[in-house]
């Protein structure tokens, strides 16, 4: 007798978590070995989309298809873990990271306003404690709680980015896990080459070296295609407040691999606003269940 589906899609969804909670390794790896700027992020993310690329020209059709729609959500999310990618490269891991897992709490504004999902009390809840946690963070206790340099910013703008980009896919469940997976990945390098106009990324030789071109393909076919394939298909048979709830994992384990792998700061400070970001995400989580429980009950 196998696993309930309900289940494997937990377990999918709880590994792509987990795969994004460690994805600041290869980028920062490989700005360290030589690609410096952008070029971290086109390189895996370009590989990413050629993996794709044969399943997709099978599936033209389909892509076709998807019109308009599939074009928004691919940039949405794309243009998102573009901007996040950079960020974590230039940035503090546990900040940056800290105020792009705000999406969840930008969702849940976007679900009430776009969508007219009602607005239950721990919905209430969730939001300023989300909202706390990034002004702890970003220091409300010495001035005005605002974002410091641009991969702060970046962190924060991709948060915003990827909730409507997710807000909006909820709408349109037909398009397939392919599809979003490979406009989003396509939609990411087209992006990253468009802001190398704006962020220095020379061309050095170490681009080309094996190690950088390796380790790209790696991240690439190891955990940016796996993980989006697996949270896209988990997402299917899940409600979104589970699926908020596993992927706490991915802030939890961001947090403690870069507090013990870098030298960056780790303080009260980021300790307290991971903590209530975190919270955040639980409570948007369990409140969507239980709104969930309450309309099959009603039904």
Do not use: K
């Amino acid at each position: 007798m196998g696993w309930p589906r309900e289940t494997i899609a937990s377990i999918a969804v709880f590994t792509a978590g987990a795969m994004w909670g460690v994805w600041w390794l290869p980028l920062r790896f490989l700005a360290e070995a030589g690609a410096a700027g952008l070029w971290p992020v086109l390189l895996i993310y370009a590989a990413s989309a050629l993996m794709l690329l044969p399943t997709a020209i099978a599936r033209r059709r389909r892509l076709i298809e998807g019109g308009r729609g599939l074009l928004f959500i691919g940039l949405c999310i794309g243009g998102a873990l573009s901007g996040w990618s950079y960020a974590i490269i230039a940035g503090e891991v546990v900040r940056v990271s800290m105020l792009y897992y705000l999406a969840p709490i930008w969702a849940t504004l976007l679900s009430v306003l776009w969508l007219g999902e009602p607005i239950t009390r721990l919905r209430l809840l969730s939001i300023p404690l989300g909202l706390g946690g990034a002004a702890v963070i970003l220091g409300i206790d010495a001035n005005l709680p605002l974002p410091r340099n641009l991969p702060e910013w970046l962190g924060l703008g991709a948060g915003m980015l990827f909730a409507i980009g997710a807000t909006y896919q909820r709408a349109r469940p037909e398009i397939s896990v392919h599809d979003r997976t490979f406009v989003t990945y396509v939609s990411a390098t087209l992006v990253g080459i468009l802001a190398m106009t704006f962020v220095p990324s020379p061309a050095g030789p170490a681009l080309l070296a094996l190690p950088v071109l390796t380790a790209a393909v790696a991240a690439a076919g190891l955990m940016a295609v796996p993980s989006y394939f697996l949270l896209f298909w988990g997402s299917r048979y899940l409600d979104s407040g589970r699926v908020n709830l596993l992927l706490i994992v991915e802030g939890v384990i961001s947090t403690a691999t870069a507090s013990i792998i870098t030298d960056e700061p780790f303080g009260w400070r980021e300790a307290s606003g991971c903590t209530l970001i975190i919270g955040a995400i639980a409570v948007e989580g369990l409140a969507q269940l239980r709104e969930l429980r309450r309309v099959r009950a009603a039904a």
